[in-house]
């Protein structure tokens, strides 16, 4: 059994702002932005537009299987066909939870040739081989977050995980992880 942080939609927004502040405030000129997809897509966008940059791509990458997870080493299954040479480039992901991820992204954008590659994060859990250069909260225990494009996958896999069939069931078991929720969401889940 492990315990879970669920995010709002608010907290995203707020997480975000956080986070190009720090950005801005290291004085780092951010001329391209790669999404780590899927969990850094939302983050991603929202600070291309905080940041006011225009080049915004996307590297499909695969570690995480059902919730909590990690179904193998990570690797990269969609990489940047594009070029990013003499840029300052960020790359942003959701959470630096093993570290794996961030890092081979990392070297994949270092090999194009961009002048200057940094990585930013919502979370950064202290569990992680790799420290990004910015992340809004520092984690020192480990949970699995929730982020809210991801609410129903994630969910889904914990009432799965615990091969729960009833609407009552996955109430209980979902407080067990920390989680309240919507029980519109919880019985769409269980029905679905």
Known sequence: ???????????????????????????????????????????????????????????????????????????????????LDGKNVLIVDDVADTGETIKIVKDHVTSLKAKDVRTAVLDYKKTSTFVPDYFAIEMDSWKWIIYPWSIREDLKGLITKKGIKSFDEAIKALKEFDIEIDNDIVREIIEG
């Not at 315990?3 to 780092?28: M, P, V």
């Not at 291309?48 to 590297?59: I, N, P």
């Open 1 to 83: 059994m492990f315990k879970c942080h669920l995010y709002t939609w608010k907290d995203i927004e707020n997480l975000c702002i956080k986070l190009a502040e720090i950005i801005k405030s290291s004085g780092f000129q951010v001329d391209a932005i790669v999404a780590i997809a899927r969990g850094g897509w939302v983050p991603a966008r929202i600070l291309a537009d905080l940041l006011g940059v225009k080049e915004l791509y996307s590297v499909k990458t695969e570690h995480w299987g059902i919730v909590a997870t990690i179904t193998g080493k990570a690797k990269i299954t969609q990489p940047l066909s594009v070029t």
